[in-house]
């Protein structure tokens, strides 16, 4: 196999994992970062959101800030070569797996998420 096809696949296996790692760890995360239901007020409606539900924000945060970053960073890579847009989306995506790692914040959470989105 070449090394470009190589790198390419290995960038699309980190891709699928990122998503696919939390949804066994759902109830340890609830643990691990304390979260209970919050009550909040959207456009003067109250919304009871589950701590399942906060776990599935930092997912969804990734997938948006992935649908947008993803076009700029083929533009990037149009104008600057492959390689290191590429290098750079590896590099972040293993800086917010150490965040992740590291925090017992749910805030930490969220913003590892959207690092893993957008790069």
């Excluded at 239901?37 to 992935?66: D, E, K, R, V």
């Excluded at 947008?68 to 290098?87: E, M, N, Q, T, W």
């Amino acid at each position: 196999m070449k090394p470009t096809r190589f790198i390419i696949f290995s960038v699309l296996i980190l891709d699928v994992i990122s998503i696919g790692i939390m949804i066994p760890a759902f109830e340890g995360m609830q643990t691990l970062y304390h979260l209970t239901a919050w009550n909040i007020s959207i456009f003067g409606l109250p919304l009871l959101l589950q701590p399942g539900t906060l776990i599935a924000l930092g997912m969804s945060l990734y997938a948006l800030c992935a649908f947008f970053s993803a076009p700029l960073l083929g533009v990037i890579s149009d104008r600057f070569g492959r390689k290191r847009p590429l290098l750079i989306s590896v590099i972040g995506t293993c800086l917010s797996y150490v965040i992740l790692m590291l925090t017992q914040s749910y805030w930490l959470y969220l913003f590892s998420r959207i690092v893993n989105g957008l790069t």
